[in-house]
């Protein structure tokens, strides 16, 4: 398991030391038992060595007794999630494999720095702002048939919400190659270093297909802060051998004009 940071184990310890176990958790020999999160897991403590665990995916947690083991003591289970600790007692029962979804019931909300959104939030919301029909037109642009436009721009908590579309007015499909967010001058000279400066979503709704008549989707970032004379850059592009380029153009004051939105 990871070793978490300072802050995060301090959290934890202080959770702890005013909690006892949610639940109890009966567990055979021979058999596992496992813990499915309703976000990714981020940390997880065992209270003995006689039971192993690992995270074969990100929100599950497995767990079991050690095959060399003699003695079987009750034992504390701590799981911590983004923003929520659960913990549960595990005895020496019978019974074969189990499934335990950990619920609201078993939470304890934790306040992690850093943490705003889990990425099950970050889905919610941007299903929420999909299912909304676009109202405004923030930039567009035009190229080899193509129209692109940005539909919206959302801000909660740290993040950005970029509603974003593009219509293919040809008969040939477009297969995207890539979609590139970038900050960079509004005036770019030969002579400047440090023009661009390329920044990745941190959550994307959909995956970035092939259309041949429209595709939507919303991207989240962080927060973006920069200078009035730069400008937010969208360019898709189509994978070879056609190569269509398609490029929008953002002011910043459209960044700082996001309609602020709850959870």
Do not use: C
């Not at 058999?31 to 929100?59: C, M, Q, W």
């Not at 549960?88 to 619920?103: A, D």
């Not at 692109?148 to 919400?161: E, T, V």
């Amino acid at each position: 398991m990871k070793k978490p940071t300072m802050y995060f184990l301090l959290m934890l310890l202080s959770a702890a030391a005013m909690a006892q176990p949610n639940d109890t958790v009966s567990l055979a020999a021979d058999a596992t038992v496992h813990f499915l999160s309703p976000e990714p897991i981020r940390y997880v403590d065992i209270s003995t060595k006689t039971l192993t665990g690992d995270l074969p995916l990100k929100n599950v947690f497995r767990l079991k007794w050690k095959d060399s083991a003699r003695t079987f003591p009750d034992a504390t289970v701590t799981i911590a999630g983004e923003k929520y600790m659960a913990q549960y007692r595990v005895v020496q029962g019978r019974g074969g494999p189990q499934t335990i979804e950990i619920g609201p019931e078993d939470m304890r909300p934790l306040n992690i720095s850093g943490v705003t959104f889990s990425e099950p939030q970050l889905h919610a919301l941007s299903l929420r702002l999909f299912a909304r029909k676009p109202d405004r037109k923030i930039g567009n642009a035009q190229a080899f048939g193509l129209k692109g436009r940005l539909n919206h721009i959302y801000a909660a908590g740290d993040y950005l919400f970029l509603d974003l579309g593009f219509d293919n007015k040809t008969r040939l499909q477009y297969s995207v190659d890539a979609l590139r967010f970038r900050v960079e001058d509004q005036k770019v000279t030969k002579a400047a270093n440090n023009q661009s400066v390329e920044i990745k979503p941190v959550f994307t709704l959909f995956d970035i297909p092939q259309f041949s008549r429209g595709y939507r989707n919303i991207f989240v970032f962080k927060k973006i802060s920069y200078p009035g004379h730069k400008r937010l850059t969208i360019e898709l592009s189509e994978k070879p051998l056609s190569g269509r380029t398609l490029t929008l153009r953002i002011a910043y004051q459209d960044v700082l004009d996001a309609d602020v939105i709850s959870f």
